[in-house]
Structure formats: C-alpha cells, structure tokens
C-alpha cells in the first residue's frame, strides 16, 4: 500500500521535494487559491500552524488555479500574497492541477484514499454543489477535488486518515489535527 511519503512534488522554486523528507509528522495538505471565497482559510490554517508545529504538524499548501480561475499568479505572486495578507509560515509548493488529465499524481492519491461525500446540507451547500459541478463537468471522472482548500489529514505513518471539503468548519479541522498528533 502507498502512502503520502511515496510522492515527489515541486517546491515554489521548482526544486523536487520528497515527501519522504515529513515522516513522522502529522501532515494537513491543501490545495489552496488567493482569491476564492475560502481563502480566509488561511487565517485558522496559520494559527493552528504556529501552535501545533513544534508538536510535529506541518501544512502543506499547493496553489491551484482549476476552479473559477481563483489562482491566478505564479508562484512569487501567490507566496507574497500569503505571506504579507495572511503572514502564513507554512511550506508552499509549486502551482499544480489537482483534477483532469494533467493532476498531481499526489491528489490523485490523497482523493482516492478519501473520496468526496459531499459539501455538507443547506441552500449554502447546494450552492457551492452546483457550482462546483458545472466547473468541475470539463474533468469527468477525474474531478477529484471539488473545490479549493480541500484539507486532507495525514497522520505520522503516512496514511490519509481524512479530508475536509472547505464547508467544514476549521474547529473540527483543528481538533482533528489535535488527535492525530
């Protein structure tokens, strides 16, 4: 059985990372977007950051630009934007597709271990639903992420344990994070 430490990614740089290089930790990886609705994520997502990394967490975020355009920069652009709105601290990764023919073979991993159940119940729900449908239609059967800042949980072996649509409230992202570590 594979685990998250089988995969290779590219930093920001474009320099191959091992994931290999994070055994032993509690690992949150999210694929992220500057200008969506859910980037205030990043607020919660850096507290949780600067509380729990000397517990052995690490987030990584990995740009995407695959839903409504919402990221659209390069990798300067989107880490400077992290960095000086959200003083964000935790490792980012090279811009990636994470659905259709061209996905990081990471997220093809990480939605297969935990498929998509849904964004949850109520209109708010069935909004985002419908329009993540009509964005991610264009990717047939390999429209593995729905959304951006879908969360998936790693724990220290390696193995996805779970994921977290951007609908769930950050508390629960959070304490789940806590049990893990």
């Known amino acids: 059985m ?18 290999s290089d ?20 990043y607020d919660p997502l850096e507290a949780m950051y600067k509380e729990m990394r000397d517990q052995g967490f690490e987030i ?3 740009p995407c630009n695959q839903f409504a355009n919402q990221a659209p920069g390069d990798a300067d652009e989107i880490h400077d934007f992290c960095t000086l709105k959200f003083g964000t601290e935790f490792p980012q990764f090279a811009k990636i597709d ?30 985002l639903n419908k329009f993540a449908d009509m964005n991610n239609k264009k990717f047939g059967d390999k429209a593995y992420i729905k959304w951006n800042f879908t969360k998936f949980l790693i724990d220290r ?4 344990i779970s994921r ?18």
């Open 157 to 160: 072996e390696g193995n996805v």
């Open 22 to 41: 994070y055994k032993g930790k509690v690992l949150l990886i999210v694929n992220t977007a500057t200008g969506c609705g859910f980037t205030p994520h």
């Open 98 to 127: 994470v659905n259709g023919e061209t996905a990081d073979p990471l997220f093809v991993f990480l939605a297969t271990e935990k498929p998509f159940e849904g964004f949850g119940k109520g209109i708010k729900f069935a909004a």
């Open 60 to 62: 990584l975020d990995f």
């Open 164 to 181: 977290f649509e951007p609908t769930v409230e950050m508390d629960e992202v959070k304490e789940a994070v806590k049990a893990a570590l």
């Open 2 to 19: 594979s685990t998250v430490y089988d995969f290779k990614v590219l930093d920001r740089k474009g320099n191959e990372v091992s994931l």
